[in-house]
């Protein structure tokens, strides 16, 4: 038996298992590969996205840095195999300068890139990042960094965009009609959450403030803002304006639905408000779709 140097990596390595690799009978230069991916024949079925997804990748959004959770795919021929993976990311990373820029602009320029290199048709992607801005309090203006969750979907074709949606998840304060109704004094408020999913128009120019735009329609609706940082002046403001403006979740979607029809680059939009209950042990929900 082979006395082993257990002092040495490779003797730790050996001890644990390790072997020499094998000499191999396959070819090791690229250009003597077998290509499967690009094989042809008759595959039997066109494949409308295949792809990578669950992707995390940095992003900017905003002014500041972020993560984004990436979806990206390319539309398969009936006579191809399969596509080329790597060049996904080799497209991306064709935008990354410290994080690729969450916006339509650099979305369709990735996919005008990734389609190109692919040979296809279409080429699709979804982006899903944490929006970071300052957000001062209502009085005493000190700010502090707050969030809202932000969706970027798009499609492209050799005839241009096809698809184009703008998504927002934003957190609100609720407080609610009946409670304040039937108290002698006080009334139950709790958190809410506001999602809506934009169909953008494909040909209008999307503002440039178009997210702050979203997120203060979302907001302003609600019975009262979430701030981070809340001073005593603040607190009693935040609080006040919430009995000013009593919501069930029934008030807040159709005011919100209201905004959103009034944007000249929106087509439609999913709309979905859901409040976490606070006498209730289970949540309360409201849920619309619309189509200009």
């Not at 944490?130 to 209502?138: A, D, G, R, T």
């Not at 005493?140 to 492209?156: C, E, F, P």
Request: aromatic share 8%; proline share 4%.
């Amino acid at each position: 038996m082979e006395e082993l140097d257990l002092t040495t990596r490779e003797g730790r390595f050996r001890h644990f298992g390790s072997v020499d690799p094998i000499e191999g009978m396959k070819p090791v230069e690229k250009e003597m590969m077998v290509d499967l991916q690009s094989s042809k024949k008759d595959f039997l079925f066109e494949v409308d996205s295949v792809g990578i997804n669950n992707l995390s990748y940095p992003v900017v959004i905003g002014d500041y840095q972020s993560v984004g959770t990436f979806e990206l795919a390319t539309s398969l021929r009936k006579n191809e195999k399969g596509i080329n993976m790597s060049r996904i990311l080799e497209s991306l990373e064709t935008e990354n300068n410290g994080g690729v820029p969450l916006e339509f602009n650099t979305l369709q320029t990735v996919l005008e890139i990734l389609r190109a290199r692919m040979h296809q048709e279409e080429a699709e992607m979804t982006a899903d990042g944490k929006w970071y801005f300052s957000k001062p309090s209502p009085h005493t203006q000190l700010a502090g960094m707050a969030h809202a969750d932000v969706k970027y979907s798009m499609r492209i074709s050799d005839s241009g965009v096809e698809h184009k949606q703008l998504g927002m998840t934003a957190m609100v304060t609720t407080l609610c009609p009946c409670s304040k109704e039937i108290s002698e004094y006080s009334a139950h408020n709790q958190r809410g959450y506001v999602k809506v999913l934009l169909d953008i128009d494909p040909e209008a120019e999307l503002p440039e403030d178009h997210k702050e735009q979203l997120y203060e329609i979302l907001e302003i609706n609600a019975s009262s803002q979430l701030y981070p940082i809340l001073k005593r002046t603040d607190e009693k403001m935040v609080t006040e304006r919430a009995y000013e403006n009593p919501r069930f979740v029934e008030d807040l979607i159709r005011l919100i639905a209201y905004d959103l029809v009034e944007l000249d680059w929106v087509k439609g939009f999913e709309l979905e408000c859901r409040n976490e209950e606070s006498i209730h042990q289970h949540d309360a929900f409201s849920r619309m779709s619309y189509q200009k």
